[in-house]
């Protein structure tokens, strides 16, 4: 009876997800596939300790399978991963093995945090890492870790877009090396500062994107 | 009588092939500058921005008229210091070598009037060469690579300003770069009081400037103290009307030592042009 009640205990979380982190996966994939192209207004708000800059606004256009777009009038930086990578990842169904990692508590919801592990090693992501909220089916955590930039972790929030998994702000965290640049390509020649001590804050940094007014085709 | 004599001085700037020369030779590298960028500016900006590349995007128009003003304002403050040496040097040392200023001062005017009408035709002609270069840099790149947001490459970082924001920043940035080339002026008129040939003061206010950057590039701890009071350590202080936020203090700063520069150096001048034995 005993063995009974820990195995019920064990099994509770899983129990009240009611479904496995394939079945999750496969609804996703059926979300991400139901958008067939988008364009969205983007305020794009980074902080990064080497880039000073005022939050740019931008469009942002993406069409199925791999077309994405960010069109600005003035200078905006977006990470080089993240954004749309996850979409490419999960769409692609034979690419990868998911692997369930548990549950985690993530913006008052149990979420349901899976690794995606391509299945060649010849991709440009190495590993995924999604939390994913089974309810809503929307994922609310990212973390990629791909082979040229390191890991790029990303959190979302969703509005009304919620049905077609768009988010309405995403927000990056970002590794980034200490910035330098010799000072004869910079041309502060005269510039006696000296350089501070790097602190760990010099090299981490977010960018938000704040998402408004989608126009969604299916 | 000052505005005569003031004329007068004009009027020799004006007839000396060497004052076109610097202009002619001003809109020759900034037209090479812009016409080199058009064709493969991209690359350039590229292999600058590589190190933020590899994790982040840039994305929108980089280069565009304002960084290209802002890149020939950085390459020509470095050079013009020597076009206005050419002209200011020569304002008292070529007349004394020419034996035209013994004439001049035969005449019923003061030696400090003469000396002033000197100084400020060297300043006017200093501040039309910066204008010249600001008008070229800025219409001839907005008429080629149009407008957009100014991406600045520091050493530490980069600072992205917003089309809008610029316009006034430049406008600053020139007034303090004017203030930085009246240092040199001032300098080489005050070498050009001793000198009764025209390639000294040229020579000497070169000589200074190398001098003097060198020392304050130089990272030995005893020039610590002795940096922050070099006319050649404010010389690029035009570039920090560019940063975010703009350090309204140190640029006061910088704005003292050259106006204290050119006070004593003209001060100089005027008190060893008024001793001046002319013996040509």
């Known amino acids: 009876m005993k063995i009974l009640l820990y195995a019920i205990t064990l099994c509770i979380p899983f129990m009240s997800f009611g479904q496995s982190s394939d079945e999750v996966i496969t ?116 973390q990629l870790t791909t082979r040229s930039n390191g890991t790029v972790s990303a959190d979302f929030v969703y509005g009304t877009q919620a049905v077609n998994a768009l988010p309405d702000k995403i927000t990056f965290s970002i590794d980034t090396k200490k910035f330098k640049i010799p000072k004869a390509m910079t041309g502060d020649m005269n510039s006696s500062a000296r350089p501070k001590p790097e602190t760990p804050s010099d090299t981490k940094g977010s960018i938000t994107i704040y998402l408004s007014n989608y126009i969604v085709k299916y | 009588m000052w505005r005569n004599s003031l004329y007068n001085e004009l009027i020799k700037i004006t007839a000396r092939p060497r004052s076109f020369l610097g202009v002619a030779a001003i809109t020759l590298i900034i037209v090479l500058i812009q016409v080199a960028m058009k064709m493969d500016g991209l690359s350039y ?48 040392s070529g007349e004394a070598a020419m034996g035209t200023l013994r004439i001049l001062l035969t005449k019923p005017v003061s030696r400090a009037n003469i000396y002033w009408s000197k100084y400020l035709a060297g300043a006017l002609y200093t501040i039309l060469l910066l204008l010249w270069i600001a008008i ?95 006319f050649t350590t404010h010389m690029a202080a035009w570039r920090l009307w560019f940063n975010d936020p ?25 008190w060893k042009f008024n001793r001046k034995d002319i013996l040509s």
């Not at chain 1, 990868?96 to 149990?110: M, R, S």
């Not at chain 2, 100014?150 to 006034?168: C, E, K, P, R, T």
């Not at chain 2, 140190?250 to 003209?266: G, R």
Request: net charge neutral; with cysteine; hydrophobic share 50%.
């Open chain 2, 246 to 270: 703009v350090p309204y203090a140190d640029i006061a700063f910088s704005s003292v030592i050259l106006v204290l520069h050119i006070i004593i150096l003209a001060g100089l001048g005027l």
């Open chain 2, 45 to 92: 900006i590229q292999f600058i921005t590589a190190p933020i590349e590899q994790n982040l995007i840039i994305e929108g128009n980089i280069l565009n008229g304002n960084l290209m003003t802002f890149i020939i304002l950085q390459m020509l403050l470095i050079h013009i210091p020597l076009l206005v040496a050419f002209i200011t040097g020569d304002l008292i």
């Open chain 2, 136 to 230: 070229l840099a800025w219409g001839g790149g907005h008429l080629l690579f149009g407008t957009g947001d100014l991406i600045i490459l520091n050493s530490d970082g980069i600072v992205i300003l917003q089309a809008h924001d610029i316009f006034w920043r430049l406008s600053a940035a020139l007034l303090q770069a004017t203030l930085a080339l009246l240092t040199i002026s001032t300098l080489s008129i005050f070498f050009s009081c001793f000198a009764d040939n025209s390639i000294g003061p040229i020579v000497s206010t070169m000589g200074v400037v190398i001098l003097f950057t060198l020392v304050g590039s130089l990272d030995v701890p005893i020039f610590t103290y002795i940096r922050p009071l070099l």
């Open chain 1, 27 to 142: 609804k996703l994939q059926a979300k991400f596939k139901k958008v067939k192209e988008y364009t969205v207004k983007a305020q794009i708000d980074t902080r990064l300790p080497f880039i000073k800059m005022l939050p740019v606004s931008a469009q942002i256009l993406y069409k199925q399978p791999d077309v994405f777009k960010v069109e600005s009038k003035g200078i905006a930086i977006i990470p080089r991963q993240g954004f749309d990578q996850i979409g490419k990842l999960i769409n692609n169904s034979g690419a990868f093995t998911v692997v369930p990692q548990g549950t985690a508590e993530l913006q008052g919801v149990l979420t349901q945090v899976v690794t995606l592990i391509p299945n060649q090693d010849t991709g440009e992501v190495l590993v995924g890492k999604l939390w994913i909220d089974p309810v809503k089916i929307v994922v609310l955590k990212s």
